[in-house]
């Protein structure tokens, strides 16, 4: 409560809008603060003193936070690895299986599939590994001068795609890699991949022309900190004919364990030995 000077009680009788400079006196610090600010603009809340950080919360509420009022995702999910189809095998793609008789793209020791799109080719692999699986293309059968391509697993839990080339019994990284579109994952211990690559290339000693015929190398084994190892088998696997890229095939290899009894000497060993055995000796 104060008291008004009588020229001051005049002027506010002639002219009441002055009650309202009166009313919101800068000596009022608490009316200055719920009337106008400093440049005449209208006031905030006691609770919004900080103009930026109540504009940050209010857009951050509004925008990035649901009804239930948790932060929405920063990005849409990945889309799934698309599961292999060996269905396909022979029909619209070639497949290689080596493993056990009847074995698909997610029990076969190793699976390798094979089919032209445009210009490319989109290759997908697959093997019972935690570390690489990989195929080689070769016009010998032997390792040494072969254009490989190779699906990693590293430390990080994902899948890259490598180019290497087979110095004698040992590959090495090549920087120039011509896989695109790729995909990996690792899964049940399995490292599972797919890639494309150019059909037709300039030939270069690192690097083959797909539309030409080829013995494919097939092999796998662990990886080290997303470096490769010596493969799992001593002697890996290669197609008994060259492979066409125009030629769909449905290829089944049986793995060791499934050899023994399939092998024609073998057969006539036990046949041998049964019958002599049945007959008994003389």
């Known amino acids: 409560?104060?008291?008004?000077?009588?020229?001051?009680?005049?002027?506010?009788?002639?002219?009441p809008s002055l009650c309202l400079a009166v009313a919101a006196s800068p000596t009022d610090d608490n009316a200055l603060r719920s009337g106008h600010?400093?440049?005449?603009?209208?006031?905030?809340?006691?609770?919004?003193?900080?103009?930026?950080?109540?504009?940050?919360?209010?857009?951050?509420?509004?925008?990035?936070?649901?009804?239930?009022?948790?932060?929405?995702?920063?990005?849409?999910?990945?889309?799934?690895?698309?599961?292999?189809?060996?269905?396909?095998?022979g029909i619209t793609k070639g497949c290689v299986r080596y493993g056990k008789p009847g074995c698909d793209a997610e029990s076969c020791d190793y699976f390798l599939s094979y089919r032209r799109i445009g210009t490319d080719v989109e290759f997908e692999m697959s093997a019972d590994t935690?570390?690489?699986?990989?195929?080689?293309?070769?016009?010998?059968?032997?390792?040494?001068?072969?254009?490989?391509?190779?699906?990693?697993?590293?430390?990080?839990?994902?899948?890259?795609?490598?180019?290497?080339?087979?110095?004698?019994?040992?590959?090495k990284d090549i920087?120039?890699?011509?896989?695109?579109?790729?995909?990996?994952?690792?899964?049940?211990?399995?490292?599972?991949?797919r890639f494309k690559r150019p059909l037709h290339v300039p030939r270069e000693e690192t690097l083959v022309d797909l539309h030409l015929s080829w013995y494919y190398l097939f092999a796998w084994g662990p990886a080290i900190q997303g470096s490769i190892t010596r493969h799992d088998i001593d002697t890996p696997p290669v197609s008994d004919h060259m492979i066409s890229i125009y030629k769909y095939e449905d290829i089944f290899m049986p793995a060791t364990a499934y050899q023994t009894f399939s092998?024609?000497?073998?057969?006539?060993?036990?046949?041998?030995l049964t019958f002599y055995l049945l007959m008994g000796t003389p």
């Open 1 to 15: 409560m104060f008291l008004l000077s009588p020229l001051l009680s005049l002027s506010l009788l002639l002219d």
């Open 37 to 89: 600010g400093d440049h005449g603009e209208p006031g905030h809340k006691e609770h919004h003193k900080d103009s930026y950080s109540t504009f940050a919360s209010e857009f951050l509420e509004s925008r990035y936070l649901s009804d239930e009022g948790y932060p929405f995702p920063t990005a849409p999910p990945v889309d799934p690895f698309a599961r292999i189809k060996v269905s396909d095998c």
């Open 130 to 171: 935690d570390g690489w699986v990989a195929v080689g293309f070769s016009s010998d059968k032997k390792m040494g001068g072969d254009d490989v391509m190779g699906c990693v697993h590293d430390d990080n839990g994902r899948v890259r795609i490598h180019h290497f080339y087979n110095v004698g019994q040992w590959a």
């Open 175 to 193: 920087k120039r890699n011509p896989a695109r579109d790729e995909e990996g994952m690792f899964d049940n211990n399995r490292v599972t991949c």
């Open 263 to 272: 092998s024609p000497l073998c057969l006539l060993l036990i046949v041998a």
